[in-house]
């Protein structure tokens, strides 16, 4: 099994340009999840999906950021400007459920 | 200059040793918890968890305890090996199937 796949694993962007990164789930995992996690943190929710719905979106900026699963399985989240304080680690995470969830290996910005 | 972020929580223990690494939750309505690893350059991975109806729980070297009482949870790791350093979250479930994760401790094993 191939677990959570994101990409891509490192991007460098100039502030104002726009970005997008993409997840791939576990297969059958209804939940997927988009984690920001900022340097020497821990990761903080951004949107949760059940299947290609929206369930909680509370901490997105809505200004900026946006995402989709359109078919329910691959998510993409974007950014657009990209801002110098949106430099992290974007974790993509799924669950067949709740609670236990199953991390990708993150997609690093660096806006500069 | 640095934020104070990047000054992560430190735990140093030698090869061999128990390691516990302490975590104090926020909301008493919490019924689930988790404790995640993380290497570096890498994402979270699940360790064991506990739910609020038990307070103590056994996994291979590693066993959590759960105190609600005064909101803590710890990880132990007993005969700490250097594949075990890596930073540790511990995770809450408030009731909301959304996880709020903790600061993080870096342990650092040493031979």
């Known amino acids: 099994e191939a677990g959570v796949v994101q990409s891509p694993r490192y991007k460098i962007i100039e502030k104002k340009q726009p970005v997008a990164f993409w997840c791939n789930p576990i297969s059958g995992h209804n939940t997927l999840y988009w984690y920001r996690q900022n340097l020497g943190q821990g990761p903080e929710l951004l949107i949760r999906y059940e299947n290609e719905e929206a369930v909680d979106d509370s901490q997105l900026p809505k200004d900026r950021f946006s995402a989709e699963r359109l078919k329910g399985v691959d998510s993409t989240l974007k950014i657009q400007p990209a801002e110098l304080g949106d430099s992290a680690v974007y974790l993509c995470?799924?669950?067949?459920?709740?609670?236990?969830?199953?991390f990708g290996a993150g997609s690093r910005l660096t806006v500069l | 200059g640095e934020s104070v972020g990047l000054h992560l929580p430190t735990l140093s223990v030698q090869e061999g040793d128990n390691s516990i690494i302490n975590c104090a939750y926020s909301?008493?309505?919490?019924?689930?918890f988790i404790w995640y690893k993380q290497e570096s350059g890498k994402g979270p991975q699940f360790i064991i968890d506990?739910?609020?109806?038990?307070d103590k729980r056994q996994g291979q070297r590693v066993t959590v305890l759960l105190n609600k009482t005064v909101k803590h949870l710890s990880l132990q790791i007993a005969a700490t090996q250097p594949g075990d350093s890596a930073v540790y979250f511990c995770?809450?479930?408030?009731?909301?199937?959304?996880?709020?994760f903790g600061t993080g401790t870096r342990l650092q094993v040493f031979p």
């Open positions: 995770a809450e479930n408030p009731r909301t199937d959304k996880l709020i």
């Open positions: 995470a799924s669950s067949p459920g709740a609670n236990v969830l199953t």
């Open positions: 909301n008493s309505a919490s019924d689930y």
């Open positions: 506990i739910r609020s109806n038990m």
